[in-house]
C-alpha cells in the first residue's frame, strides 16, 4: 500500500523557516511525480510546489524564491524547505504523489492541479505567529 506520510511541521514566528519531510512507504520516488500541497482556514486545499519525474520544480507564486522543494534519493524522501514564512503560509501540509511520471511542461503541473495526484498524506501543520 502507498502512504505518504509527512514531518516536520511546527510553529515558527514570522521570517522563520521551517523544513518539511515526507516519506512513503511502498513506492521510490526516484522517477515519479510528487508534490506539497497546503489547505489554509478557508479549508480550499492548493498547490505549493510539484518536482516533476526529472527533478524539475514547479512552485506557486506566492512562494517562489521562499520555498524550495527537493528529492534526497539517498533517503528516499522528498523535502520542502520553506524560508521566511509568512502568516498566510500558515495551514495543514499535505504530501501527494502520483502512480506515474511527470513533466514540467504539462499544464497539470504547471496548475499545480490537486487532481493529477492520487497518493496523499495525513498532512503536518505549520503555524506562523506575527
Known amino acids: 500500500q502507498v502512504q505518504p506520510v509527512e514531518s516536520g511541521g511546527g510553529s515558527v514566528q514570522t521570517g522563520g523557516s521551517l523544513t518539511l519531510s515526507c516519506r512513503i512507504s511502498?513506492?521510490?520516488?526516484?522517477?515519479?511525480?510528487m508534490g506539497w500541497f497546503r489547505q489554509g482556514s478557508d479549508q480550499k486545499r492548493v498547490g505549493v510546489a510539484v518536482?516533476?519525474?526529472?527533478?524539475?520544480?514547479v512552485y506557486a507564486e506566492f512562494v517562489k524564491g521562499r520555498f524550495t522543494i527537493s528529492k534526497d534519493h539517498a533517503k528516499d524522501i522528498m523535502i520542502l524547505r520553506m524560508d521566511n514564512l509568512q502568516p498566510e503560509d500558515a495551514g495543514m501540509y499535505y504530501c501527494?504523489?502520483?502512480?506515474?511520471?511527470?513533466?514540467?511542461?504539462?499544464?497539470?503541473?504547471?496548475?499545480?492541479?490537486?487532481?493529477?495526484?492520487?497518493?496523499w498524506g495525513q498532512g503536518t501543520q505549520v503555524n506562523v505567529s506575527s
Open positions: 518536482l516533476a519525474s526529472n527533478d524539475v520544480p
Open positions: 511502498g513506492y521510490r520516488i526516484s522517477s515519479h511525480c
Open positions: 501527494a504523489a502520483t502512480p506515474g511520471y511527470c513533466l514540467p511542461s504539462w499544464p497539470a503541473i504547471q496548475g499545480l492541479d490537486i487532481k493529477f495526484f492520487d497518493f
